[in-house]
């Protein structure tokens, strides 16, 4: 799967970005490949993030969980 990433150029200089499959998953930088750097990272602690959420509100529960591929 892959996610995409869109990077705006702001007025004065530097980008901001946001991927459009995952709300939440947004940053800016000075340049383009700060603005990338981030979003890797903003990615990465908004999927954390949700995991960690998702542990504690089923906690004490029984549940399955499975790898999940897509193919989009």
């Known amino acids: ?3 995409t990433a869109v990077f705006v150029p702001v007025p004065g200089g ?3 970005g946001f991927v459009e499959e995952l709300p939440g998953a947004n940053t ?4 383009l490949e700060e603005a990338r ?3 890797r ?3 990465t602690l ?3 993030s ?3 959420l998702a542990e504690r509100s089923l906690q004490g529960q ?3 969980r499975e790898p999940l591929d897509l193919m989009v």
């Open 1 to 3: 799967m892959q996610l």
């Open 14 to 16: 530097g980008y901001v």
């Open 28 to 31: 800016q930088g000075a340049t």
């Open 37 to 39: 750097e981030n979003l």
């Open 41 to 43: 990272e903003a990615v």
């Open 46 to 48: 908004v999927i954390e």
């Open 50 to 52: 949700n995991r960690e």
């Open 62 to 64: 029984a549940v399955t």
